[in-house]
């Protein structure tokens, strides 16, 4: 799949959503204009952090 503005975007505002209704804490004490996570989509097996033949923790079973 190729990353998208959009798919970062409705990524962001979900997590957004979720953060909120889930910590009190974050909503009162991050400032509203900070509370968006910033989002950067990379392409599938991108050697920059998926390197080839590299074995990553969350694909252990």
Not at 4 to 18: C, F, P, W, Y
Not at 29 to 57: M, N, S, W
């Amino acid at each position: 799949m190729t990353p998208s503005d959009k798919i970062a975007r409705a990524a962001g505002e979900s997590i957004l959503t979720h953060l909120l209704r889930l910590n009190s804490e974050y909503a009162a004490y991050v400032p509203q204009h900070r509370q968006t996570p910033d989002i950067r989509l990379r392409e599938t097996g991108d050697p920059g952090c998926f390197p080839p033949g590299a074995k990553h923790r969350y694909t252990r079973g």
